[in-house]
């Protein structure tokens, strides 16, 4: 009699869903993405991260991305499936949206305009379309908080002192570039 032979039972198991998939905006043009590892009876092989449910890429075991060359203050929806070897494939998870932070303003000018008062201008943030506001800081702390325009005169100064002032634009409390 021939020995008899064995055969491995076949995998038929998807791996489990990946869980936590959280999106962080970075910049105008990052988000960053993370998930909790999934888990098979064999072992994932890779992750397939799908963007507006269209594949973005497909990973190794990594559970981290970063998506860049992306449009300035504009939102992105993200999910993410897992496979194993044979091609078992997880159903994907649930969806984490972001939205990139508005463009920084360029050409920012300080000019003074007498022994108190320094003028200041700046060309709109790229992606004015959303931008609602922007920030103005003076050595780094915070001094006005102005409506969609590109000027503004800080007056009450001491004379013959130097300030250095820096803006961002934002389009909501707490999205800014």
């Not at 897992?82 to 969806?95: D, H, R, Y």
């Amino acid at each position: 009699l021939a020995p008899k032979q064995i055969l491995p039972i076949p995998d038929t198991h998807a791996p489990s869903v990946p869980a936590g998939l959280t999106a962080n905006p970075v910049d105008a043009s990052q988000i960053n993405l993370s998930w909790t590892a999934s888990t098979d009876n064999f072992a994932v092989t890779h992750y397939r991260l799908y963007r507006g449910g269209f594949m973005l890429t497909a990973l190794g075991g990594a559970t981290s991305y970063s998506d860049t060359g992306l449009l300035p203050g504009t939102g992105y929806s993200y999910t993410v499936d897992a496979c194993n070897a044979i091609g078992n494939c997880s159903a994907v998870s649930g969806a984490a949206t972001a939205q990139t932070l508005p463009a920084t303003p360029t050409g920012l000018s300080a000019a003074p305009a007498s022994s108190s008062q320094v003028n200041l201008s700046w060309t709109a943030s790229t992606d004015n379309v959303n931008v609602t506001g922007y920030r103005v800081y003076r050595g780094g702390s915070l001094i006005a908080i102005l409506g969609n325009v590109t000027s503004y005169s800080n007056t009450g100064l001491t004379a013959s002192t130097y300030y250095s002032y820096t803006i961002e634009a934002c389009e909501a409390a707490t999205n800014c570039s």
